[in-house]
């Protein structure tokens, strides 16, 4: 085999580089801020109305003995989260708190602030996500390089990419310039369901919108049902943020850092162009 070289190929534009480099300022305090508006009332319930006595998640601080603990409550199962929700802080100064300070904006309990941080952001993700789809489908970006094709979803091809990113290994020459079956299904669970879900799930939330739009929240089962929708969404992206970061990490750091900063990603090839 001819001796291979790294060479620099050009595989993200400026559009879907800048636009992702906003979704992670906006997401990060999105979900900072929600966590704030969260912890004035830390429970979820399904349908119209909030039946206090059987939320079906809930996050609070109770006695036990003569020590408050945090308990953290799905279902009938019961867990005792001191020190990370409930009742949270450095010992000798902890407060019944839903989530740390650190994880939220305001740092403070304050629901006034933390939802004029939040509606900002979100006005900046929905506008972010528009000039996303409006560009990446005028230049043919997200039909050309996300929709699946029907090689990408022939079963041998599918099984072969879910045992091969089991095993951590990661396409190498031209197959690195595009997205695998996997990824491409990802992405699109993402921006096409997961992003739009959550956007008209806080909608629902908005009193305002309620009052013209009332047939949204019967949509979703009731303002409670699409608040805990919402919920629910949000951290289905945040599991698919922490899962796409390990990947980042585990197909190579800087290669992936340095395509969505400068648009160039490194591949190998050998020198008679073929991939190594």
């Excluded at 979100?122 to 050309?144: D, E, M, Q, T």
Aim: glycine letters at 10%; one cysteine or more.
């Amino acid at each position: 085999m001819a001796n291979p070289q790294k060479v620099l190929v050009y595989r993200h534009a400026a559009v879907t580089r800048i636009t992702h480099w906003i979704n992670v300022l906006a997401l990060t305090l999105l979900l900072m801020s929600g966590l704030n508006i969260f912890g004035a009332h830390p429970a979820l319930y399904w349908g119209q109305k909030s039946t206090f006595a059987r939320p079906w998640v809930s996050i609070g601080a109770e006695m036990k003995g003569a020590d408050m603990v945090g308990v953290t409550q799905i279902g009938s199962a019961r867990f005792n989260t001191t020190g990370v929700l409930g009742y949270s802080g450095k010992p000798g100064s902890r407060e019944p708190v839903a989530f740390p300070s650190w994880a939220t904006v305001p740092s403070e309990r304050d629901l006034a602030d933390s939802r004029h941080w939040h509606f900002f952001f979100a006005w900046l993700f929905v506008l972010n996500g528009l000039v996303y789809w409006l560009v990446g489908l005028s230049r043919g970006h997200i039909v050309k390089d996300l929709a699946p094709t029907k090689a990408d979803l022939k079963p041998k091809n599918v099984w072969h990419e879910i045992v091969t990113h089991a095993q951590l290994k990661f396409p190498k020459g031209e197959d690195a310039r595009h997205y695998n079956v996997l990824q491409k299904g990802a992405y699109l669970a993402v921006i096409a369901i997961l992003l739009p879900l959550m956007v008209l799930t806080g909608l629902c939330m908005s009193p305002g919108f309620d009052a013209g739009a009332p047939w949204l929240v019967d949509f979703f089962g009731g303002r409670q049902s699409a608040r805990t929708i919402h919920f629910l969404t949000a951290f289905s992206i945040v599991g698919f943020i922490l899962l796409h970061l390990f990947m980042v990490v585990a197909s190579g750091t800087w290669n992936n850092i340095r395509s969505m900063i400068t648009g160039r990603y490194a591949i190998v090839r050998d020198k008679t162009g073929g991939a190594a």
